[in-house]
């Protein structure tokens, strides 16, 4: 009994060491084809196809880089298709595409009048792929974004979350401190030319500007302007001439009425004053004429508009028209002539401003 127990156990074989170690590489074989080819249906599904659309259309564009961008955003794996036979894409298209592919789903634009429908087809499992779409009928700025966002939906709800690949560590680095804008000036220095006056009478006279104006509200302003002393005009008869030198000041105040972008058109009015300089030549034959210099004050009120047009943030330039009005209306006697000062008296002015 004890020999046949013993040559039983003699008789049992066991499996050499490489057929074992074969058994084993066999086995690994068969489980990293079953991970690849799940990675690889998983990487499909997460494939999607999105259809550009043929006809020129900016909304449906815009839809088509919309959903394309949030896909992307959300990891589904995005890849453009030029449209073939149309935007309808069918049910055969849909098929072909998605069998030509391997993709899990494909994405197509229509446009009907107002109407803008985002078609979905997702591949279904040896069968018809399913059809969802996502319509707006309105075309307004947001529908772009509420289509993708709902294009997103329909796709996650599908094929589920795709996996987002691993990246390298975020390293985050402290930004760098932001330097608070500088403010905006508060007043400006105006100097530039000023003409005063014009064809009739003593005529047209020119000389310098000087303002300075402050902000008191992103669109008042209040300031003073002196014009002069403006030199040019005068007026000759038979018997004498006279030269005219003139100037005015006023505090004004603007109003800006329109802008757009670095331009602004503004309503002025000032009061103040004006002076007049008025000296005489006479032919020394005439003695009944005496050559005589005079000068006089009178009130000045002008009523205006102005163009400025801003350089940079403290620079600018305005070019203002103006009417004033002077009273008592100055006069001056020219040999025989009493030759007035007209009203209302024009005035043109180019001026650059500086910001402080």
């Known amino acids: 009994m004890i020999k046949v127990v013993s040559k039983s156990l003699m008789t ?11 058994r084993v590489a066999r086995m690994m074989i068969v489980l ?17 196809v999105v259809v550009r659309p043929r006809a020129p259309d900016a909304f449906v564009d815009e839809i088509f880089h919309r959903v394309g961008g949030e896909l992307t ?7 453009p298709q030029d449209a073939v036979d149309g935007d309808d894409l069918s049910l055969a298209q849909a098929s072909a595409l998605l069998a030509r592919t391997g993709a899990g789903a494909c994405v197509g634009f229509l446009s009907r009048g107002d109407a803008s429908v985002v078609r979905v087809w997702v591949a279904g499992k040896g069968g018809a792929p399913s059809l969802f779409e996502a319509v707006s009928l309105q075309r307004t700025p947001d529908a772009p974004t509420i289509l993708a966002a709902r294009a997103v939906d329909l796709l996650t709800a599908a094929l589920g979350q795709p996996q987002a690949p691993a990246g390298p560590p975020v390293v985050v680095a402290a930004a760098p401190p932001v330097q608070p804008p500088a403010a905006p000036p508060r007043f400006f220095l105006g100097v530039g030319a000023s003409l005063i006056g014009r064809g009739e009478g003593f005529g047209a006279a020119a000389g310098p500007l000087l303002s300075l104006e402050g902000v008191v509200s992103p669109r008042l302003w209040l300031g003073a302007r002196i014009a ?5 005009a005068s007026h000759a008869d038979a018997d004498a001439d006279a030269s005219l030198t003139q ?12 802008s757009a972008r670095v331009l602004a058109l503004r309503l002025r009015a000032g009061v103040g004053a004006a002076w007049l300089r008025a ?20 009130f000045a009120g002008a009523l205006g508009l102005e163009l400025v047009v801003a350089i940079a943030a403290r620079v600018s330039i305005a070019l203002g028209g103006d009417v004033a009005l002077l009273l008592p209306r100055p006069r001056v006697d020219v040999g025989h002539q009493i030759v007035r000062i ?8 180019l001026e650059a401003r500086f910001g402080f």
Do not use: C, K, Y
Not at 73 to 79: E, P, S, T
Not at 228 to 232: D, E, I, M
């Open 12 to 22: 049992m074989t066991t499996p050499p060491a490489h057929r074992l170690a074969a």
């Open 247 to 258: 100037g005015m000041a006023l505090a004004q105040a603007a109003l800006t009425i329109a």
């Open 342 to 349: 007209q009203q209302p008296q024009p005035a043109l002015a």
């Open 228 to 232: 002069g002393p403006a030199w040019g």
């Open 279 to 298: 000296s005489g030549h006479v032919d020394p034959a005439i003695a009944s004429l005496t050559p005589n210099t005079e000068t006089r004050w009178t």
């Open 32 to 48: 990293a084809s079953a991970l690849a080819a799940t990675e690889t249906a998983a990487r499909a599904a997460s494939d999607v």
């Open 73 to 79: 955003l959300h990891g589904f794996a995005v890849r």
